[in-house]
T-cell receptor, first 113, second 114 residues
Framework: AQSVTQLGSHVSVSEGALVLLRCNYS??????LFWYVQYPNQGLQLLLK??????LVKGINGFEAEFKKSETSFHLTKPSAHMSDAAEYFC???????????FGAGTRLFVKA | DAGITQSPRYKITETGRQVTLMCHQT?????MFWYRQDLGHGLRLIYY???????DKGEVPDGYVVSRSKTENFPLTLESATRSQTSVYFC?????????????FGQGTRLTVV
């Protein structure tokens, strides 16, 4: 069964600092991986997705993620945090049948001024 | 361009009552999903639907009922609400279910069962 694990339920960075949110997946087949962001009192929206075309995926708002098969990871990064990046971030994987998306537990990002 | 809307946004109900959460999408997406979001668990799939009149269980279906008589609507009913069903519920839709297709989410319904 496929699964994702997000390391760290909370991450705190200073404004302007590097953002690194960790995600490891478990899959017996090439995975389809996603990062979603949830702002307070809102639904989730797609940040980026990996679909095997390129290992480095660029998303919205300056975020990117690198797929590393050897490490079974899909970590999310942003070079310089903004206050507006404060939100909860979810890593997700599509199951082999393609019918369901399996979400990680989420990482809440805090950005300090 | 409403997209996907959920109603109500907030609901307080008593234990044992039946409550229905509504979900409506304007994109004519084939697939629709209901998730619940709980601290420490992320989002867990309750039910999903591949088309009108086709529904199936997800990870945590017990205590919930769904129907999909029209493509655009996918209501979720708690037959007899329990305190453990206090949660934030998200409806989502997707145009198809190839594995690389993302889901589009509503704003959620915060349900409190007292």
């Amino acid at each position: 069964a496929q699964s994702v694990t997000q390391l760290g339920s909370h991450v705190s960075v200073s404004e302007g600092a590097l953002v690194l949110l960790r995600c490891n997946y478990s899959s017996s087949v090439p995975p389809y991986l996603f990062w979603y962001v949830q702002y307070p009192n809102q639904g989730l929206q797609l940040l980026l997705k990996y679909t095997s075309a390129a290992t480095l995926v660029k998303g919205i708002n300056g975020f990117e993620a690198e797929f590393k098969k050897s490490e079974t990871s899909f970590h999310l990064t942003k070079p310089s945090a903004h206050m507006s990046d404060a939100a909860e971030y979810f890593c997700a994987v599509s199951d082999t049948g393609g019918f369901k998306t399996i979400f990680g537990a989420g990482t809440r990002l805090f950005v300090k001024a | 361009d409403a997209g996907i809307t959920q109603s109500p946004r907030y609901k307080i109900t008593e234990t044992g009552r039946q409550v229905t959460l509504m979900c409506h999408q304007t994109w004519s997406h084939s697939y629709m999903f209901w998730y619940r979001q709980d601290l420490g668990h992320g989002l867990r799939l309750i039910y999903y639907s591949a088309a009108a009149d086709i529904t199936d269980k997800g990870e945590v279906p017990d205590g919930y009922v769904v129907s999909r008589s029209k493509t655009e609507n996918f209501p979720l009913t708690l037959e007899s609400a329990t305190r453990s069903q206090t949660s934030v519920y998200f409806c989502a839709s997707s145009p198809n279910k190839t594995p690389n297709t993302e889901a589009f989410f509503g704003q959620g319904t915060r349900l409190t069962v007292v």
